[in-house]
């Protein structure tokens, strides 16, 4: 065994994918990589000590589509990202005992799902320079939504939702200076997208996601002797991570 997937709930993950880094494994850790910040710190601090490769498995920046429009943007075929609207919402049976419900099993929307918008914004537009956050504390004590205002030197702004008891649209829309781009739900794993502009639209489709994408990522890294990934780096997770951090926070003070 050269390579271990951390696919458990959320606090078993910095202590699975440490042991096995110190056992001489490299380990791809199902999102997110860790319960907060300073996990994920632990975890980076494991990894260039063992010298093993760690990536968080993030596989909505390794589907092919959004690969694509990411590679058409960074090009400058749609000009400025202006907005950014992206939801992750499902209804869940509320069941204390679920791992979504449950606090002492890493519950709540954020960590769960809302990592998907955030991770989204991020990658397309990067770090906010300043944010506002509101979202529903539920009977158990966690998240059960969460809506994220974020904005970014230039008039760039975001609307990121997320949550687990009421079904949302789960689509994403980037609106550009020249195009708007639509992701149908569920946005984070669409093969299709559209692409808007003023004379006409064009529909992008891609290879079928899934999660070998990410896969071949971790064995091209290995292979180039890395210990991180460039596309989802252990700057950008421990970052995302201090976000999600200060707006859990932000949703327990009300």
């Not at 609207?85 to 869940?92: H, V, Y």
């Amino acid at each position: 065994v050269d390579v271990v997937y951390v696919a458990g709930i959320h606090p078993v993950h910095r202590d699975h994918a440490v042991t096995m880094m110190r056992a001489g494994k490299h380990v791809l850790v199902e999102k997110p990589l860790a319960m907060d910040a300073a996990e994920v710190d632990a975890l980076t601090a494991a990894s260039r000590e063992t010298g093993r490769f760690l990536m968080e498995a993030m596989w909505m920046r390794f589907n092919p589509l959004h690969v694509e429009l990411k590679r058409r943007l960074d090009a400058g075929e749609f000009g400025r990202v202006l907005s950014v609207e992206s939801d992750f919402s499902f209804a869940a049976p509320r069941d204390p005992s679920h791992r979504l419900f449950d606090p002492a099993k890493g519950g709540g929307s954020l960590l769960d799902v809302g990592i998907y918008p955030i991770n989204l914004a991020w990658w397309w537009v990067g770090e906010p320079a300043a944010w506002t956050a509101t979202g529903k504390i539920g009977p158990t004590g966690v998240d059960e939504s969460v809506a994220m205002e974020l904005t970014w030197p230039g008039g760039t702004t975001a609307r990121l939702t997320c949550g687990s008891t009421s079904d949302g649209t789960r689509t994403s829309t980037i609106t550009c200076e020249s195009a708007t781009i639509v992701i149908p739900s569920p946005s984070h794993s669409s093969p299709v997208a559209e692409i808007v502009r003023a004379d006409g639209t064009e529909q992008v489709v891609s290879d079928r996601p899934g999660l070998h994408h990410q896969v071949r990522e971790v064995h091209r890294c290995i292979t180039a002797g890395l210990n991180e990934s460039p596309r989802m780096p252990h700057g950008e997770s421990h970052r995302i991570a201090v976000f999600m951090d200060n707006v859990g926070a932000a949703l327990r003070e009300g």
